[in-house]
């Protein structure tokens, strides 16, 4: 499968943005899907994952209660709502897909992963 992320861009602390990653293929709702994201001079660290159907979601405590993942099968689209976001959520975010794992936060556990969208935010 291959993944295109898009929808970062700059915006003011407190703002919102919406990214959202495109997948190719048919099998899409048969992926675990997710999103990491890697800031200037730090590893790459989980943020959210969403199981095959959608029912189960899974955040990082960082962005709990901020950021919403959602998926639409029929339209073969994550997409990860960021709310009231902060100068520390700068990063290149990444979609990823999981063959084998339903909502995981490992990334070792996701074999396909998209090329990163660059989320800014300013203070």
């Known amino acids: 499968v291959q993944l295109q992320a898009s929808g970062g861009g700059l915006v003011q602390a407190g703002g919102s943005l919406r990214l959202s990653c495109a997948a190719s293929g048919r099998t899409f709702s048969r992926y675990g899907m997710g999103w990491f994201r890697q800031a200037p001079g730090k590893e790459r660290e989980f943020v959210a994952a969403i199981s095959w159907s959608g029912g189960s979601t899974y955040y990082a405590d960082s962005v709990k209660g901020r950021f919403t993942i959602s998926r639409d099968n029929a339209k073969n689209t994550v997409y990860l709502q960021m709310n009231s976001l902060k100068p520390e959520d700068t990063a290149v975010y990444y979609c990823?897909?999981?063959?084998?794992?339903?909502?995981?936060?490992?990334?070792?556990?996701?074999?396909?992963w998209g090329q990163g969208t660059q989320v800014t935010v300013s203070s």
């Open positions: 990823a897909a999981a063959t084998y794992y339903s909502d995981s936060a490992y990334e070792s556990q996701y074999n396909y």
